[in-house]
């Protein structure tokens, strides 16, 4: 299972980013997905999540109205679509799946809101 993330970087309050998560080595199509992110000095906490169709999604309280997850199961890629970026929003983010009750996550990709 590999999990790489890209498409973090440095974007002003208010701006937008897209975060790409491209899966390979299990059968995307029947696993769920979810996004985490974990700050300086905080745990790791649950962004978003979506199910193995797509059909289904959650968001934490304080990304709701603003992200949006989504997958492509031809590319095999989870993405999330972050607007009206806040400082607090800064953080390294992951991409995380559980596969025969195994953990598997990305190498993370850095975003910092900041002007």
């Known amino acids: 299972v590999q999990l790489v993330e890209s498409g973090g970087g440095l974007v002003q309050p208010g701006g937008s980013l897209r975060l790409s998560c491209a899966a390979s080595?299990?059968?995307?199509?029947?696993?769920?997905m979810s996004w985490y992110r974990q700050a300086p000095g905080k745990g790791r906490e649950l962004v978003a999540r979506?199910?193995?169709?797509?059909?289904?999604?959650n968001y934490a309280d304080s990304v709701k109205g603003r992200f949006t997850i989504s997958r492509d199961n031809v590319k095999n890629t989870v993405y999330l679509q972050m607007n009206s970026l806040k400082p607090e929003d800064t953080a390294v983010y992951y991409c995380?799946?559980?596969?025969?009750?195994?953990?598997?996550w990305g190498q993370g990709t850095q975003v910092t809101v900041s002007s």
């Open positions: 080595g299990f059968t995307f199509t029947n696993a769920g």
């Open positions: 979506i199910t193995s169709s797509g059909g289904s999604t």
């Open positions: 995380k799946t559980v596969r025969a009750f195994i953990t598997y």
